[in-house]
């Protein structure tokens, strides 16, 4: 007999995601390498823009390895476990802002302002899905338990709570 309470696929919107903003980050590097975006090139700072660069992309490996590996996000949505402590106490999508900080990190490399505004369009993309998808499901699921997380924790930009 099939079950009519609504689920969350393994993957949620994350294939969505991380395939739209990695072309987005492909564009706009190939516009800037092809000199489209000469206007926006930096000239001083390059060297913060690179060290900038490999820290958002060490983030990012650390958020997703935290997530995915070691508290194995896959097996707990298979068995609709919500995860409210380790790296998802920090911030409730630390998949996705992997993925973001890795695209941000690799955009720097290519020390150009005008690719800085692509981050922001993760960030706002990546609220409207998790709002019109994720975050209902969870809501039902979970209820004021998730209520009360969501007031504990940012959906994407991490914050590390008092002791």
């Not at 395939?19 to 926006?40: D, F, H, K, P, Q």
Request: hydrophobic share 50%.
């Amino acid at each position: 007999m099939k079950s009519n309470k609504p689920h969350l696929p393994i993957f949620g919107v994350g294939p969505i995601y991380v395939l739209s903003c990695l072309g987005l980050t492909v564009l706009g590097l190939v516009l800037n390498y092809r000199g489209y975006l000469e206007i926006a090139k930096v000239d001083k700072a390059k060297t913060v823009f690179v060290i900038m660069g490999f820290i958002l992309i060490i983030l990012g490996l650390y958020l997703w390895v935290k997530a995915v590996l070691i508290q194995k996000i896959n097996a707990k949505v298979k068995d609709e476990i919500l995860i409210t402590d380790g790296v998802y106490g920090i911030v409730r999508n630390p998949v996705y802002t992997a993925f973001i900080c890795i695209f941000t990190g690799i955009l720097l490399f290519a020390k150009n302002y005008l690719l800085l505004v692509l981050p922001i369009i993760f960030w706002i993309y990546l609220s409207l899905l998790m709002k019109m998808s994720e975050e209902k499901w969870l809501r039902a699921k979970f209820g004021k338990e998730y209520d009360l997380y969501c007031k504990r924790v940012n959906r994407i930009i991490p914050r590390f709570p008092k002791k």
